[in-house]
């Protein structure tokens, strides 16, 4: 199974400040149809999670445009810019490219 | 607007059977597959099963082949989770959600199992 390494596990930011969530995989997400299924999801605390990102850099309806993603291959990153306190929660990246659909560690965002 | 309602959840003794339901709504439920998710207590999330759009092909993750059953009844928009000889291991929250061709992008408020004695 792919795996998914997310860095730092807890993130710890102030309101506006701009943080950045690493995301690697064991292997290349780069599908043979030419797109790359690795997407970004926030679990907010008590709730269930949504889709801020989609193939990558594709923001999901409704998700501010703070939020940005990049990366290609194995290496990915999520970028928050100006942090706001609904923004607390765990982000997971995960991965469709390869069977089984496989989710990162997740990266905790607190206020610091 | 999209809704996905679990329900079906509880408490279990190990070996037993539970039968998971999500009751769909706001979208045209037979245009897209659905999966499940689940989550073990303080834990990451863990993809379980997928359902192609018309239920013709199903995947399950190893752990859980041969004990579970992912369906869907089109006609009442319900997707479905059969879990038989259940495990400690499968205690969790079960998260039902939209595959949107490769990705969720809307998930129920999730439905808690617990297996023990």
């Known amino acids: 199974d792919v795996v998914l390494t997310q860095t730092p596990p807890t993130l710890s930011a102030t309101i506006g400040q701009s943080v950045s969530i690493s995301c690697r995989s064991s292997q290349s997400l780069l599908h043979s149809n030419g797109n790359t299924y690795l997407h970004w999801l926030l679990q907010r605390p008590g709730q269930s999670p949504q889709l801020l990102i989609y193939?990558?850099?594709r923001l999901e309806s409704g998700v501010p445009n703070r939020f940005s993603g990049s990366g290609s291959g194995t290496d990915f990153t999520l970028k928050i810019s100006g942090v706001e306190a609904e923004d607390l929660g765990v982000y997971y990246c995960?991965?469709?490219?390869?069977?089984?659909?496989?989710f990162g560690g997740g990266t905790k965002l607190e206020l610091k | 607007e999209v809704q996905l309602v679990e329900s079906g959840g509880g408490l279990v003794q190990p070996g037993r059977s539970m039968k998971l339901s999500c009751a769909a709504s706001g979208f045209t439920f037979s245009n897209y597959g659905m999966a499940w998710v689940r989550q073990a207590p303080t834990k990451g999330l863990e993809w379980v099963a997928t359902?192609?759009?018309?239920?013709?092909?199903?995947y399950y993750r190893d752990s859980v082949k041969g004990r579970f059953t992912i369906s869907r009844d089109n006609a009442k928009s319900t997707l479905y989770l059969q879990m038989n000889s259940l495990r400690s291991e499968d205690t969790a929250t079960y998260y039902c959600t939209r595959d949107r061709k490769n990705y969720f992008d809307y998930w129920g408020q999730g439905v808690m199992v617990t297996v023990s004695s």
């Open positions: 193939l990558v850099s």
């Open positions: 359902i192609s759009y018309d239920g013709s092909s199903t």
């Open positions: 995960v991965q469709g490219t390869h069977a089984p659909w496989t």
